[in-house]
């Protein structure tokens, strides 16, 4: 999740390149029952989701962005709920997420949301996701064959067919975040405590596994956020830039990676 400007998000709505050959691009206009309202623009590869947001993420407080991980066995999220609560001391919060749909007066059943706590005037969320299996069965999509509900079929069912041969966004294979110390050392147990290996990179801390390696990078002072994403590519590409108002470029090329830059917002300026 990435928080734009006006003037970005609306340069990449608009933006002929990343609807016809970067990714699977859709809007999403939603009415939660956790959030209300709002819009936001997806990027999609296979299996993974850059979503951008150009307001005020609705919400209790204000947010820059987050991190959303998603499990494909019914019961993993209140599973790893526990498991950070009883071995580790993070507390989260739980709730079931419902959409607002006609015919559905008390919405339908959504996903499962943790929210991780990361302090009380954190502007960055980690959230760890579960869609229910009535909304999977909705979109269309088809469980694995020990009933896994998996991010690729829930991101075909969502988007449309599976990305074009041609289409460029292979995953999300990277990402750097900028947060407080002691931001850094919370995600680092959670993820940590989900299976990922963790090294340290000078001040950096490092987290990953076979398919995704995230930087988190202390800061006490600059707005908290991500300021970067590596996506893999289906092919080697010449390079060449896009740039989304003054805050935010995607650089492509000149090998198989595109690596996008934000100046992460800070949402009171989207107020004024």
């Known amino acids: ?28 206009n939603a009415n939660s029952s956790l959030a209300g309202r709002y819009a936001t623009v997806g ?13 005020p993420v609705p919400g209790p407080r204000p947010v820059t962005g ?5 499990f494909p066995r019914v019961g993993s999220a209140l599973d790893a709920r526990r498991l950070l609560a009883e071995e580790y001391g993070v507390g989260s919060h739980h709730e ?4 607002a749909e006609p015919g559905e007066p008390d919405g339908r059943p959504w996903y499962h949301l943790v929210s991780v706590d990361l302090g009380a005037d954190s502007p960055f969320v980690l959230f760890l996701n579960e869609v229910t299996p009535e909304y999977y069965a909705a979109l269309g999509a088809r469980p694995g064959p ?10 075909d069912g969502v988007l449309g067919p599976p990305p074009d041969p041609e289409t460029l966004m292979a995953d999300i294979a990277g990402a ?14 959670v993820l940590g405590a989900l299976g990922y290996a963790r090294d340290s990179d000078g001040a950096d801390t490092v987290v990953h596994d076979d398919t995704i390696r995230l930087r988190l990078r202390p800061d006490d002072t600059g707005v908290e956020g991500l300021t970067d994403v590596e996506v893999a590519l289906t092919a080697t590409v010449d390079a060449a830039e896009h740039h989304f108002g003054a805050t935010s470029r995607l650089a492509v090329g000149p090998d198989d990676r595109a690596r996008w830059s ?10 004024r």
């Open 1 to 28: 999740m990435v928080l734009l400007d006006g003037a970005a998000y609306g340069e990449v709505r608009a933006n002929r390149f990343l609807n016809d050959h970067f990714a699977r691009v859709k809007g999403k």
């Open 43 to 55: 990027l999609a590869g296979r299996e993974t989701l850059l979503e951008l947001f150009g307001a």
């Open 66 to 70: 987050g991190l959303v991980f998603s």
């Open 96 to 99: 079931l997420v419902r959409r």
């Open 146 to 155: 020990n009933g896994e509900l998996s991010r690729a079929a829930y991101l």
């Open 176 to 189: 750097t975040l900028r947060l407080r110390p002691e931001r850094v050392r919370r995600v680092s147990t």
């Open 262 to 271: 934000f100046t992460p917002v800070d949402p009171a300026e989207l107020r």
